[in-house]
């Protein structure tokens, strides 16, 4: 299928209602058949799932239903989520393989676009040499999957930046391996537009997720994240400099996109979804 210049992503936590990362589990509130419903409906053409959301609807209609609801409303683009301390083996504490068995279970029959992965909230690592290994087992594992992984760079995190998660993508040198791109991220960590385009080349980028955000940080980087982002526009990050990059490094989308704040997910999942499918489109 010929994707367009502005396809669009719902994001799982954009879809997924009255719950936040805050949460334990996180399990959206909104039936899988209304939420798939309503982001067709908004003018997705594809969207993203958590863990939480995954294991509920094993357990319920199962992943080939899900599946089957999403050919039916003409979805063509699944992204599911997130995998965190991936480097720590099997059985040893605070490793993830629960989270890691089910997101390949479920890629096994929704055929995803990639499964997104994270490292761990601290500070960041002095040395990224103990990864290396791991990311190309884990890239190796998502391919005998059918599917890629795509890292996350997250401000408040291990690897903390995408200049630091281009460098470890080119250490591990899978092509099954690569970086998810969030703008939310990319501002609050410092990183520049400039610094974009000095360490990314075009097969490392995955995906990308547009939102926004105020000048200024409202408590936690972590707090701020999850309860005060803004629709695309509404905010200071310069979203058509890294649209622009972007497009320069060969990225033609679809476009994810990730609304998380207190008001948003206030909203009925309809007429949020229309909104951050509208703000997204000012941007592209």
């Given at each position: 299928m010929r994707r367009a210049a502005t396809d669009l992503v719902a994001t799982a936590w954009t879809s997924a209602g009255n719950t936040s990362p805050m949460d334990n589990p996180a399990t959206s509130p909104v039936p899988i058949a209304a939420r798939v419903a309503a982001i067709a409906e908004?003018?997705?053409?594809?969207?993203?799932?958590?863990?939480?959301d995954?294991?509920?609807?094993?357990?319920?209609?199962?992943?080939?239903?899900?599946?089957?609801?999403?050919?039916?409303?003409?979805?063509?683009?699944?992204?599911?989520?997130l995998l965190e301390r991936w480097w720590i083996p099997r059985g040893r504490a605070g490793h993830s393989y629960d989270v890691r068995d089910l997101l390949f279970e479920a890629a096994d029959v929704l055929s995803p676009a990639f499964i997104k992965i994270g490292s761990e909230r601290c500070s960041r690592t002095t040395d990224l040499s103990e990864l290396v290994a791991p990311l190309r087992a884990l890239a190796e594992e998502a391919a005998a999957h059918g599917t890629r992984v795509a890292i996350?760079?997250?401000?408040?995190?291990?690897?903390?930046?995408?200049?630091v998660g281009a460098g470890l993508i080119r250490a591990a040198a899978h092509s099954a391996a690569g970086l998810l791109i969030d703008a939310w991220h990319v501002f609050r960590a410092g990183t520049t537009i400039s610094d974009l385009a000095g360490s990314l080349t075009p097969e490392m980028i995955f995906g990308v997720e547009l939102d926004d955000a105020a000048g200024e940080v409202v408590g936690t980087l972590f707090e701020d994240t999850v309860h005060n982002r803004l629709l695309c526009g509404d905010g200071d990050f310069d979203l058509k400099g890294l649209v622009t990059v972007l497009r320069h490094l060969e990225f033609r989308g679809p476009w994810g996109v990730e609304i998380l704040s207190d008001s948003f997910r206030s909203l009925p999942a309809r007429e949020a979804l229309g909104l951050a499918a509208k703000s997204a489109l000012t941007v592209l």
């Open positions: 908004a003018g997705f053409t594809g969207f993203g799932l958590i863990a939480d995954l294991l509920a609807i094993r357990d319920s209609i199962g992943f080939a239903a899900l599946g089957d609801l999403a050919t039916a409303s003409g979805l063509t683009h699944i992204e599911i989520e996350e760079p997250m401000p408040f995190s291990m690897i903390d930046t995408i200049p």
